[in-house]
């Protein structure tokens, strides 16, 4: 089992950053891909970025490529996600995720789900 706890959620206006965080415990932490994803309450879930254990790859959803960065330290067991230049339109819960093998797009890929943390972007 992986425990994933995010943080870093908030409310901030239009234009603004916001630095997520997600702390894993549990297993051997360099042996899973993580993933951002959200979710607006009624909508599905929208993947954000992933990447891979080593995190010399990531990959990004167009929609926030170019403003988002996911980076993840193994030794400290996490992994981050900055939220630069935000828009109303990222508003969401957002949630990080955990898979053996490879960075993925899929949410039904990942095995293991944080709670989740709110952001909301102000207009």
């Known amino acids: 089992q992986v425990q994933l706890v995010e943080s870093g959620g908030g409310l901030v206006q239009a234009g603004g950053s916001l630095r997520l965080s997600c702390a894993a415990s549990?297993?051997?932490?360099?042996?899973?891909?993580m993933g951002w994803f959200r979710q607006v309450p009624g909508k599905e879930r929208e993947w954000v970025a992933a990447?891979?254990?080593?995190?010399?790859?990531?990959i990004y959803a167009n929609s926030v490529k170019g403003r988002f960065t996911i980076s993840r330290d193994n030794a400290q067991n996490t992994v981050h996600l900055q939220m630069n230049s935000l828009k109303p339109e990222d508003t969401a819960i957002y949630y990080c995720?955990?898979?053996?093998?490879?960075?993925?797009?899929?949410?039904?890929?990942?095995?293991?789900w944080g709670q989740g943390t709110q952001v909301t972007v102000s207009s």
């Open positions: 995720a955990a898979r053996l093998m490879g960075a993925a797009r899929n949410g039904e890929d990942y095995a293991y």
């Open positions: 549990g297993r051997t932490f360099s042996n899973y891909a």
């Open positions: 990447i891979s254990r080593s995190g010399d790859y990531t």
